[in-house]
Every structure is written in structure tokens, then in C-alpha cells.
């Protein structure tokens, strides 16, 4: 079946810029998550939808980053007046639900690679 | 505060030999951790998990051993390929399931 699919694959945009990044989780799959990973960086939480439940908004950097999740399923990425410390590449994952204590599989998507010039 | 950590960011081994990946954490209420393998331009791709209640888990040429007393886990590949060339990452889930990431360790097997 089709996986976690993201687009762009590639995006580079001028400084101040917004940006949007799309990403399409695995049919059925509830929760859904945004990570970036920075250059030498390992990967860093940003955002995460589950359901219905008010997302997790706890890792994103700054107030010019947000997120939506529209009909539970696809989800927005956007970045207001990007900066050049943005640059990076957006991964996108989602899993069927995380189980307390543990955690489901969560499946990534190739990711948006993110260049501020 | 990085709660997970590879200290290896690289690691170079010669094909038919074991390659061993470490990754240590700090948040002793970690119950769960994950490796994840990740080539260029692609998502990371899970590979291997391992609960707390154990202190190894075997999937064919991985295992993963987690000592908790120390709170050091290790990944071990035998025999290593040249395919198993790829960043590694420990990771382990937070509150709410998101995951905590080590840096990665770039794995290269040479022919």
C-alpha cells in the first residue's frame, strides 16, 4: 500500500518567505507527527496531531512555525518569514496510535528538504 | 538537554564483520527504544525495537542489547553488508509518543 508521501520534495525559497510543506500519512493511520533534521543534526520534534485531540505543539521553534491537520488526514507544515536557520529536511511520519508505554511503528515520509537562501 | 545520545557520529567496518552501534540516554523513565536505519534522500525506515522489561531482542543479523543499569543500548549488525551502509538512529518515545532521537551514527561497510 501507499506510504507516508510528502511534497515538495525540494523547496528553496529567499529569506522572509513563507513556506508551506504538505504531507499525506498512510490511510487509517491517527496520529501523525512533524520532525525536522537539521544539518549534523539528529531529528527534532516538532508537532504532533492525534485524532481529535488538541496536537502537541510543544517542539516547534518559534511562533512563525504552525501546523494543521485538516479532516484527520493530510497536514501543513508552514513557516512565516523563514530564516535562514530553517534550512533543513522535514520529515513527516504517522503511526495507527501510540499505546501508553510504548509506541506504534511510526512510518516516515522521504521529506521536504527545506533550503533559505 | 539531550536525553538520547549516539557519541559515534561514524562508524567504518569491513563487509562479514560486526558493526556495533551505541546510543546512551539520561531519562531513566524511558521503557522502550526504537533504531531506525535512514538513507540519503529517504525517511527514516524502522528496524529493530526492544522493550525494558528485556535486555536483548534478535531480528535475524540485528540484536539489540539494552543495559539499563547503565543506560546504554548497542545495536549489533553480523555479518555486516554493504547495504547496511546508512545513518543509524536510537530513539526512544516521549510523552504523548513522539520520538527522541539520538544524532545518528553513519554506518559505511566496506566490500
Known amino acids: 500500500g501507499a506510504g507516508v508521501s510528502q511534497s515538495p520534495s525540494n523547496k528553496v525559497t529567499e529569506k522572509g518567505k513563507d513556506v508551506e510543506l504538505r504531507c499525506d500519512p498512510i490511510?487509517?493511520?491517527?496520529?501523525l507527527y512533524w520532525y525536522r533534521q537539521s544539518l549534523g543534526q539528529g531529528l527534532e520534534f516538532l508537532i504532533y496531531?492525534?485524532?481529535?485531540?488538541?496536537?502537541?505543539k510543544s517542539g516547534l521553534p518559534s511562533d512563525r512555525f504552525s501546523a494543521e491537520r485538516t479532516g484527520g488526514s493530510v497536514s501543513t507544515l508552514t513557516i512565516q518569514r523563514t530564516q535562514q536557520e530553517d534550512s533543513a529536511v522535514y520529515l513527516c511520519?504517522?503511526?495507527?496510535?501510540?499505546?501508553?508505554?510504548?509506541?506504534?511503528?511510526?512510518?516516515f515520509g522521504p521529506g521536504t528538504r527545506l533550503t533559505v537562501l | 538537554d539531550q536525553q538520547v545520545k549516539q557519541n559515534s557520529p561514524s562508524l567504518s567496518v569491513q563487509e562479514g564483520r560486526i558493526s556495533i552501534l551505541n546510543c546512551d540516554y539520561t531519562?531513566?523513565?524511558?521503557?522502550?527504544f526504537l533504531w531506525y536505519k535512514k538513507y540519503p534522500a529517504e525517511g527514516p525506515t524502522f528496524l529493530i525495537s526492544?522493550?525494558?522489561?528485556?535486555d536483548k531482542n534478535e531480528d535475524g543479523r540485528f540484536t539489540v542489547f539494552l543495559n539499563k543499569s547503565a543506560k546504554h543500548l548497542s545495536l549489533h549488525i553480523v555479518p555486516s553488508q554493504p547495504g547496511d551502509s546508512a545513518v543509524y538512529f536510537c530513539?526512544?518515545?516521549?510523552?504523548?509518543?513522539?520520538?527522541?532521537f539520538g544524532q545518528g551514527t553513519t554506518l559505511q561497510v566496506k566490500p
Open positions: 511520519a504517522s503511526s495507527l496510535a501510540p499505546v501508553a508505554g510504548n509506541t506504534d511503528t511510526q512510518y
Open positions: 490511510s487509517g493511520h491517527t496520529a
Open positions: 496531531f492525534q485524532g481529535n485531540s488538541a496536537p502537541d
Open positions: 531519562n531513566s523513565m524511558f521503557d522502550y
Open positions: 526492544i522493550s525494558s522489561i528485556k
Open positions: 530513539a526512544a518515545p516521549g510523552n504523548t509518543g513522539k520520538l527522541i
